[in-house]
Nanobody, 122 residues
């Protein structure tokens, strides 16, 4: 059974940093792509960042220069480093898994974690 578990969310002030983790079990991470999505209250889930099995990462315009996604295939873990956080970043953050290449679209991902809450206060 495939399982994704996010962690690392919490409450942080504007300008602060958090690092989210996504641990994948049931699949070999090195042959799969992982993306981060987020969903704020009253809004649809949106793409944040993604990493293919190999190659360049990609980011939503709203987080470029502030967020960084990375992976450790030996630990089957993907990370999302979030710096210079804004109140607009407040959302539940999810990681999602699909084979090889990342996608911008929610419907392309086969497996999802349960999410971790990030709250940015001023």
């Amino acid at each position: 059974q495939v399982q994704l578990v996010e962690s690392g969310g919490g409450l942080v002030q504007v300008g602060g940093s958090l690092r989210l983790s996504c641990v994948v079990s049931g699949r070999t991470l090195s042959t799969h792509a992982v993306a981060w999505f987020r969903q704020a209250p009253g809004k649809e889930r949106e793409f944040v960042a993604g990493t293919p099995s190999r190659g360049s990462t990609d980011y939503a315009d709203s987080v470029k220069g502030r967020f960084s996604v990375s992976r450790d295939n030996t630990k089957n873990t993907v990370y999302l480093q979030m710096n210079s956080l804004k109140t607009e970043d407040t959302a539940v953050y999810y990681c999602a898994l699909r084979y090889y290449s990342f996608s911008y679209y929610r419907s392309d991902y086969n497996y999802w974690g349960q999410g971790t809450q990030v709250t940015v206060s001023s």
